[in-house]
C-alpha cells in the first residue's frame, strides 16, 4: 500500500486539528441550508470540512459545494475589504475603504435620498431567500422602507407556491421525511410513504425549499415508488415506477386532470371532504359569489357562510370565527340545488362549492388533458390511481409550478390532490410545515418574525402592494415587475437607491437582464454586498465584503430544526450580512430595538424558550416535541394550528377552501384550472413557425447554486461550459453535434451553449442552464465577465407575471438553435 | 504479511441509486487537496435507449489510479472519504469478498482498485 497519503494524514495529525461544529446556511455552498457541518481548523484557518453524522438533517453527508469550502473560503479574488468606486460606474476602478468610511458614506447618502425623495424610494434587493431576507428586512424597515425586492420577475420563487397553498389550506406543507422527528425513518411514528409524486424536480443538483433532496432516494430504497412528472428525463424519471413527460407549463392540466380521476372513480377520502373542506358552502347562482350571512340578514357577517341543512330544509350559517355551525345538529348538504331567501326578500338559486368544484373539474376529461400536456390518457389515469390508492403518499414540487403566470391555480389543484387523498398532515403524507417552535428566523410568506415595519401606514408604499391581493395578504415584498417599470417610469413615486446584496440581477437573477442594467444605472446610489465581483456588483458605488457561513453567528428555523450557525473562522475584513446590516440599521432608526445581534437571536428565539447561547449549549439544534403547534401530526383535528386552538385550519372559513373565498374577493378565480402560458407553440402559433422549439431553462447543476461557484476549481472542472441539451434527432436536423457551440436565439435575444446532445430532453424542447458568467474574464464594462454571452434571461421577457403579480413564463418560452461555427446562420 | 494472504478491500457501488452528484469526486479532491483536473474519483455518466423507448439513465463513480482506498482514513477507523459523504449512501468500503456477498441486488458493481 502507498504511503504518499499517510504524510497528507501526519501532516494534519490529529492533535493539530480543531473540529467546530456549524450548520450551513448561505454564502459559500449558497443553498438553503440546514447541514450539520465539522469544520477542521489547523492554527485557527479552514483546511477541510466534513458532514456531521450527529446531525438528523443530513446525518454525515454534504454535498460538492460544502466540501469545495476550502478553496470558496481563501479564494485569491474573493472580496476582502471595502471598495469605493472610483472611476465612471461600470468602468471597474475601485479604491480600498475602511468599514467606518464605508458606513459613514453609505449612511451619508442614504439619509439624503430619505430626507429628498421618501425612504420608499430606496429597493433593497435579494437573490433566493436565504439568512439575508431577514437582514434585509431589518435593514429596510429601519430605514422606513417597504421596498424589499425578490429580484425575480413574479416573484416565481416558493413564494408563489407557498401563498396558494396558504390561501387555501392556511398553513403551508412539504413532504414528509421525517425530518421533524430526531430518529427520523426509524421513529415507530413514522411511515414510508408508499408513493411519492416528484413533479418538477430533480435530485442530483439541488435541495430545493427545504428539503434535503436525498431523503427521497433514502425513502426509494425503504420502498417508495416515483411517480415523475417531468418534461425532461431527470434521474427520477429515469428511476419512476410511472414517468409523465409533459410539456413545460401545463402542469395545471395534468393536475386537474388528477383530480378529475380521482373524484369521477370515487378514489378520494369523503370523510376528509366532508368534515375539512368548505364544500357545502353555498354560491350564488346570480352573481356567482359565496353567500355570505351578509346576504341573509342585515347584522350578519362578511365572514360567516352559509350551508343548507338538510334536517331543517333551510340555510343554516358557519360561524367561521368559532369554527363551528350556529345550530345544532346541522346535516349539510354536499351536493345539491337550493333556494334561498336574501335579505331583500329576494330568492335565489345556490348550488355547493362541493357541485361547482366538481363541474370544474369536469372540464378536464383526460382526452383534453391529455391534448393539453402530451402525456397520453392512460399514464394520467395510472398515475392518478397510483397516487390515489397508495397510503400515506406524498408531493414534492419544483420551482416549475412558479415559473408560469398562472402558478396560483396550479398550486392550488396540486394542494387539493394531497387534501382529498388524506395525506394531509400525516406521517409519510404531506405535513404542515411550520417553524420549529413558531420561532420565525426568516419571515417566508404569511409568517411575521420580530423584524417587521414599523406601521401598516409605511406599507402602502410598497410597490403591488395594493395591486395584487398575496402581496398584500402574505408576500412582504415589492413586485419585481412593476418595480423595474418604476424605475423608469418615477410613477408614483421615483426609485433613486438600490442595496443589492446576495443578488445578482445580471447575472442570475434577472429576467431581461440589459434592461435591469440600463435600470440599474439610472440609480443614485447602489450599494452591493458580496463575497465576489458578479456582472452586477460592477455597477454598484461601493461594494462591501460579506462572510460565508463560517464566518458568521446566526439562527436558523426553516422548518425544522431549530438551529445555530457558529462562527468558527474570520477571514480578512469580511463581515457577515447580519452585522453589517446591525450596524447601518442602528445608524438610520434611532428607535432600533436591540444592542447587539445577540439580542436580536434572543428575540428570534424566544418562542422556543432558549437563548442563542443556550441553543448553543444543546449541540446546536433542537427539534419541537409532539404537541407543540410546529411538530406533526395530525394538527387540524387536534385544533393546533389555529390560534383560537379551536379544530380546522387558520382560512377565512377555518376550512379547506376548495373554492377560495380570498381569491373571490381579491377579484381572481376561486377554483383551481388550467391557463395556456404566453409563450407557446398554442399561444403564439406565428411566433413559433420561426423559433419552433420550446426553449426550457433553469435544470440545476449539482455544482452549482444558480449564478455562483463558477470561479471555484474543484467544481468548474466537473462542469466547464454552459450547456444545452437537444435531442439526437433534432440536433441532427440542425446538423450539430455533441460539444460544438451554438446559438440559442429569438425574438428578445440570442446567447452562445455548448450543446450537449442527449434524448434526455424531447426532439421539442432544448434546456440551456441558467446563471452563466464568467468570473475569469474582465469584469468591467461593456463585458462585466462576458455576462453577455450565455446568460439565457436575455431570451426571457420581464412583466409577464400572473393575474394576482405572481409567476413568470421561465420553464417555456419559444427559440431556435443553430451552429455558432464560421458565424453564419441558416 | 503476503501478498496471497493480504485482504484485499475494495467499493462496492450500488449504481442504481448514485444520482450523479459528483461528492465523492469533490470529497476525494478535498482530501488530498488535489490540483485542478487531477482526479481520485470521476463519475461516468450513461445513458441508454431501452426498447421500450424510455431512456435509463445511470451514473457510476469510477475510482481512479490514484484512488488508495483513503488508507490513512481506515487507519485512523474512518471511512474513505467518498464513503462518508456519498449523498445517496451508495458506496460502500470493506474486503472484497463480504461485499462481493452484498451483491444480491443488480445494478452494482465492485471495484478493487490497485
Known amino acids: 500500500m502507498s504511503h504518499s497519503f499517510e504524510k497528507v494524514n501526519q501532516s494534519m495529525s490529529d492533535k493539530d486539528i480543531q473540529i467546530l461544529k456549524t450548520t450551513t446556511w448561505s454564502a459559500g455552498p449558497g443553498c438553503h441550508g440546514g447541514c450539520g457541518v465539522l469544520a477542521h481548523l489547523k492554527d485557527g484557518r479552514l483546511v477541510k470540512i466534513e458532514g456531521d453524522p450527529e446531525h438528523p438533517w443530513n446525518q454525515g453527508r454534504l454535498c460538492s459545494r460544502a466540501l469545495a469550502i476550502t478553496q470558496y473560503v481563501y479564494h485569491p479574488n474573493r472580496l476582502t475589504h471595502p471598495l469605493r468606486r472610483v472611476g465612471e460606474r461600470g468602468e471597474g476602478k475601485w479604491e480600498k475603504t475602511s468599514w467606518d468610511e464605508a458606513f459613514d458614506l453609505i449612511e451619508r447618502r442614504m439619509k439624503k435620498i430619505r430626507q429628498d425623495f421618501g425612504p420608499e424610494s430606496f429597493i433593497f434587493s435579494m437573490g433566493t431567500g436565504r439568512d439575508i431576507g431577514s437582514w434585509i428586512c431589518m435593514l429596510a424597515y429601519a430605514y422606513g422602507s417597504p421596498n424589499v425586492m425578490f429580484s425575480l420577475s413574479g416573484i416565481a420563487c416558493y413564494s408563489p407556491r407557498m401563498s396558494a397553498v396558504e390561501t387555501v389550506q392556511g398553513d403551508y406543507c412539504v413532504i414528509d421525511a421525517g425530518q421533524w422527528l430526531a430518529d427520523r425513518y426509524e421513529s415507530p411514528k413514522y411511515k414510508t410513504p408508499e408513493c411519492i409524486v416528484v413533479w418538477g424536480y430533480d435530485i442530483p443538483a439541488s435541495c430545493p425549499d427545504n428539503v434535503f433532496g436525498h431523503w427521497i432516494i433514502d425513502l426509494m430504497k425503504r420502498g417508495a415508488r416515483i411517480i415523475a412528472i417531468d418534461p425532461r428525463l431527470s434521474w427520477f424519471a429515469s428511476r419512476a415506477t410511472k414517468w409523465l413527460r409533459l410539456r413545460p407549463g401545463t402542469d395545471g392540466a395534468l393536475a386537474m386532470g388528477f383530480l378529475n380521476v380521482i373524484i369521477n372513480e370515487g378514489l378520494y377520502d369523503e370523510e376528509f371532504v366532508e368534515k375539512w373542506t368548505n364544500g357545502h358552502h353555498l354560491i350564488r347562482c346570480d352573481t356567482s359569489r359565496l353567500l355570505r350571512e351578509s346576504d341573509l340578514v342585515d347584522s350578519g357577517s362578511r365572514s360567516n357562510f352559509v350551508v343548507w341543512d338538510t334536517e331543517s330544509e333551510k340555510p343554516t350559517i358557519w360561524d367561521s370565527h368559532e369554527a363551528r355551525y350556529r345550530s345544532a345538529n346541522v346535516k349539510p348538504a354536499l351536493r345539491g340545488d337550493f333556494e334561498v331567501d336574501l335579505k331583500d326578500g329576494t330568492r335565489v338559486h345556490a348550488k355547493t362549492v362541493w357541485d361547482r368544484f366538481r363541474s370544474e373539474v369536469n372540464k378536464y376529461p383526460l382526452e383534453r388533458v391529455a391534448e393539453i400536456t402530451l402525456v397520453p390518457e392512460k399514464d394520467v389515469r395510472n398515475a392518478a390511481i397510483l397516487y390515489a390508492k397508495s397510503k400515506p403518499a406524498s408531493i414534492h414540487w419544483g420551482v416549475p409550478i412558479d415559473m408560469t403566470p398562472a402558478i396560483t391555480p396550479t398550486a392550488q389543484a396540486i394542494t387539493y390532490l394531497w387534501c382529498l387523498t388524506g395525506n394531509l398532515d400525516v406521517p409519510g403524507g404531506n405535513v404542515i410545515s411550520r417553524y420549529a417552535f413558531d420561532a420565525v428566523a426568516y419571515a417566508l410568506p404569511g409568517a411575521e418574525g420580530v423584524i417587521k415595519l414599523k406601521s401598516k401606514e409605511v406599507d402602502k408604499k410598497r410597490i403591488g402592494a395594493d395591486r395584487y391581493g398575496p402581496l398584500n395578504k402574505f408576500i412582504w415584498r415589492a413586485q419585481t415587475d412593476l418595480v423595474l417599470e418604476q424605475i423608469f417610469t418615477g410613477d408614483p413615486y421615483p426609485i433613486k437607491g438600490m442595496w443589492m446584496q446576495a443578488c445578482n440581477p445580471i447575472g442570475g437573477i434577472g429576467l431581461d437582464p440589459k434592461r435591469w442594467e440600463e435600470a440599474i444605472k439610472k440609480l443614485e446610489f447602489v450599494v452591493a454586498v458580496d463575497l465576489f465581483h458578479t456582472p452586477s456588483t460592477q455597477l454598484a458605488d461601493i461594494v462591501l465584503p460579506a462572510a460565508t457561513f463560517l464566518e458568521k453567528d446566526g439562527v436558523r428555523s426553516w422548518w425544522v430544526p431549530l438551529q445555530t450557525i457558529n462562527k468558527v473562522i474570520t477571514v480578512a475584513e469580511c463581515k457577515p450580512d447580519v452585522e453589517i446590516n446591525f450596524e447601518l440599521a442602528k445608524r438610520f432608526d434611532p428607535d432600533f430595538r436591540w444592542d447587539t445581534i445577540y439580542d436580536l437571536f434572543d428575540d428570534i428565539l424566544k418562542p422556543s424558550g432558549m437563548t442563542f447561547r443556550e441553543l448553543q449549549k444543546r449541540g446546536g439544534w433542537a427539534l419541537p416535541r409532539e404537541g407543540d403547534p410546529s411538530a406533526p401530526y395530525h394538527r387540524f383535528n387536534k385544533g393546533l394550528l389555529r390560534k383560537d386552538r379551536r379544530p380546522g385550519f387558520q382560512t377565512p372559513s377555518g376550512k379547506v377552501e376548495l373554492y377560495s373565498s380570498m381569491r373571490e374577493e381579491w377579484g381572481l378565480e376561486p377554483l383551481p384550472h388550467y391557463e395556456e402560458p404566453p409563450f407557446t407553440p398554442i399561444s403564439q402559433p406565428e411566433l413559433a413557425k420561426k423559433y419552433p422549439l420550446i426553449l426550457s431553462t433553469g435544470r440545476r447543476s449539482p455544482v452549482y447554486f444558480h449564478s455562483e461557484h463558477r470561479n471555484i476549481p474543484w467544481l468548474r472542472q466537473i462542469h466547464p461550459d454552459p450547456i444545452v441539451e437537444i435531442h439526437p434527432d433534432t440536433a441532427r436536423s440542425l446538423g450539430i453535434g455533441s460539444g460544438e457551440w451554438v446559438w440559442v436565439e429569438n425574438w428578445l435575444g440570442r446567447c452562445q451553449f455548448k450543446a450537449k446532445v442527449t434524448p434526455v430532453v424531447p426532439e421539442w424542447m432544448v434546456m440551456a442552464e441558467h446563471g452563466w458568467w464568467f468570473p475569469e474574464k474582465e469584469g468591467a464594462e461593456p463585458t462585466l465577465f462576458d455576462v453577455w454571452k450565455s446568460n439565457v434571461n436575455q431570451l426571457i421577457p420581464m412583466g409577464y407575471q400572473g393575474k394576482d403579480g405572481l409567476g413568470a413564463p421561465i420553464k417555456h418560452m419559444l427559440c431556435k438553435v443553430f451552429k455558432v461555427s464560421g458565424g453564419c446562420r441558416p | ?114
Open chain 2, 1 to 114: 504479511m503476503s501478498e496471497e494472504t493480504e485482504t484485499k478491500y475494495g467499493l462496492l457501488i450500488d449504481y442504481e441509486f448514485c444520482t450523479g452528484c459528483f461528492t465523492c469526486q469533490v470529497a476525494c479532491a478535498q482530501e488530498y487537496l488535489r490540483p485542478r483536473d487531477i482526479l481520485g474519483m470521476q463519475v461516468i455518466e450513461t445513458i441508454q435507449m431501452l426498447p421500450n423507448g424510455k431512456p435509463y439513465l445511470s451514473f457510476i463513480p469510477f475510482p481512479t489510479e490514484l484512488c488508495s482506498l483513503c488508507v490513512g482514513r481506515i487507519r485512523k477507523g474512518l471511512e474513505p472519504a467518498c464513503v462518508k459523504h456519498c449523498m445517496a449512501k451508495c458506496i460502500k468500503h470493506g474486503p472484497v469478498e463480504d461485499l462481493a456477498k452484498e451483491m444480491k441486488k443488480g445494478r452494482m458493481v465492485l471495484w478493487a482498485p490497485r
